[in-house]
């Protein structure tokens, strides 16, 4: 058995007895859309600026990352913006998902970086030129050093400062964006920042996630209502949701009762909590002995236009009594895995699919992310074939996807990972940061034109 501890960073990874070699196109509607994903402050670096205001940057500088790697050069994606969007056409991509980093374009409190604002404006517009349309995320994984400093998602402020940035991105790019991603996986930054340490803060206690989880919820929804009080016209309306990071959650004995509850109490805590908050207005859950929650926030109800759905693997549950907490996330030993050692397991994806349209009938999805840690490509495009294939089969019967988005465009900086896992379509070369496409580019846009083509 092949056991891991993680908080539940980005996972994923293909599926049993899929090999390479095999090729399918899936029955996607000739309506669905096609889409890269990428982070500013894994791709932007900080190079030619003079802008360290992270908290990651901070976090890096403490030998937090594998290899001691930074952010400071990334991809360098600002001076390789033609090439990027070249490549992305090349793909045969219609949308391309990126972050705007709070901590360039508000380096101090209500001090805004206007150039910044205006690179971002240039992207969108050339983005356009392309036929290619942009989500926009407000939040990926990183604070300005000033929100940290004041106790980051437990700070009392936190959701009136979100607030204020959204406003300001809204009203200089809002109306040249559609789709808006308030925060990209918020459970992430739970499980990684305050329970397995290797995000930051680096709390280290599972009993208070409860304040940092409300405050998120606080925060997507003052952004939310901002976004549509700016944006909303009679003729232009934005769609905005939260980028969700779920997961299957399997006990790993079959027969054992605690393996089994706390294969529950992870799907209701890590998978639904969050997103029923946004239902009923209340986030609310309890495993005992470990940590509770209870928090009313009326202004979250009815928050979210479309599920976005980041899906990358399963975790096998078990209990433990060696581990603090006494839990153990595990991966079947003949699994299919990534590089990160990730599970495969494409089946996952129909089932969250069919779940998440069961409770939320009324919401539109998207795939907000998938994709898988492969350097040599091999399966890459067995793993997309198969999620695509099983995104095919719910909408078939009935469940709304509207698109699919893979991570990423390019290898980059894969926080606590560094520069150590692989999920581009596009490797780097080291010395010239030179964009190589993998095979993966060629299959992925000749999948993309027969679904696009399709009678």
């Not at 989880?213 to 952004?223: D, Y």
């Not at 009080?229 to 949701?241: A, I, T, Y």
């Not at 779940?355 to 898988?372: A, F, K, Q, V």
């Not at 010395?431 to 399709?454: C, D, G, H, M, Y």
Request: proline share 6%; hydrophobic share 40%; glycine share 6%.
């Amino acid at each position: 058995m092949r056991t891991y501890w993680s908080g539940g960073v980005l996972l994923l990874i293909l599926s049993h007895g899929m090999s390479a070699a095999q090729t399918t196109i899936p029955d996607l509607p000739k309506s669905f859309r096609f889409c890269v994903a990428t982070a500013a402050h894994q791709i932007e670096g900080h190079q030619n600026e003079t802008n360290y205001n992270s908290d990651w940057w901070k976090w890096e500088q403490t030998g937090h990352t594998k290899n001691g790697d930074t952010s400071e050069i990334a991809t360098d994606s600002w001076n390789h913006v033609d090439e990027d969007i070249r490549n992305m056409v090349a793909l045969g991509v219609d949308t391309y998902r990126f972050s705007v980093e709070w901590a360039k374009i508000e380096p101090s409190p209500h001090v805004f970086d206007e150039a910044m604002l205006d690179r971002y404006v240039s992207l969108i517009d050339r983005l356009k030129q392309n036929n290619i349309e942009s989500m926009v995320t407000l939040y990926h994984f990183t604070l300005p050093v000033w929100v940290s400093d004041q106790g980051g998602w437990e700070w009392d402020g936190i959701a009136d400062a979100f607030d204020e940035f959204t406003r300001k991105v809204a009203t200089r790019i809002g109306p040249k964006v559609t789709l808006w991603i308030t925060l990209n996986e918020p459970i992430t930054i739970i499980s990684a920042g305050y329970i397995s340490n290797i995000f930051p803060p680096a709390k280290n206690n599972i009993k208070e996630i409860g304040l940092p989880m409300a405050n998120m919820v606080r925060a997507h929804a003052c952004a939310y209502h901002t976004l549509h009080e700016v944006l909303d016209s009679n003729v232009f309306k934005p769609k905005v949701g939260i980028a969700h990071h779920l997961r299957v959650f399997n006990p790993l004995r079959r027969l054992n009762p605690f393996d089994h509850y706390l294969s529950r109490k992870f799907d209701e805590v890590s998978n639904w909590a969050i997103p029923d908050a946004l239902i009923t207005g209340v986030l609310k859950f309890s495993v005992p002995a470990l940590t509770k929650a209870n928090y009313f926030i009326p202004e979250a109800i009815g928050t979210q236009d479309f599920f976005g759905l980041n899906y990358y693997s399963r975790d096998l549950i078990s209990l433990s009594f060696r581990h603090n907490p006494p839990i153990v996330r595990s991966v079947p030993t003949e699994a299919a895995v990534s590089d990160l050692n990730w599970e495969i397991y494409p089946q996952g994806m129909g089932e969250l699919l069919e779940r998440i349209h069961d409770y939320y009938p009324d919401l539109p999805i998207w795939i907000t992310e998938n994709g898988l840690a492969d350097q040599t490509d091999e399966k890459r495009m067995p793993f997309i074939e198969a999620h695509l294939n099983e995104i095919a089969d719910q909408i078939k019967v009935g469940v709304p996807v509207e698109g699919y988005c893979h991570w990423t465009l390019n290898d980059n900086f894969e926080w606590a990972e560094g520069y150590t896992a692989h999920f581009g379509f596009y490797r780097l070369e080291p010395s010239t940061l030179k964009r190589i496409a993998r095979p993966s580019v060629e299959a992925f846009s000749k999948l993309v034109n027969a679904v696009k083509q399709k009678k």
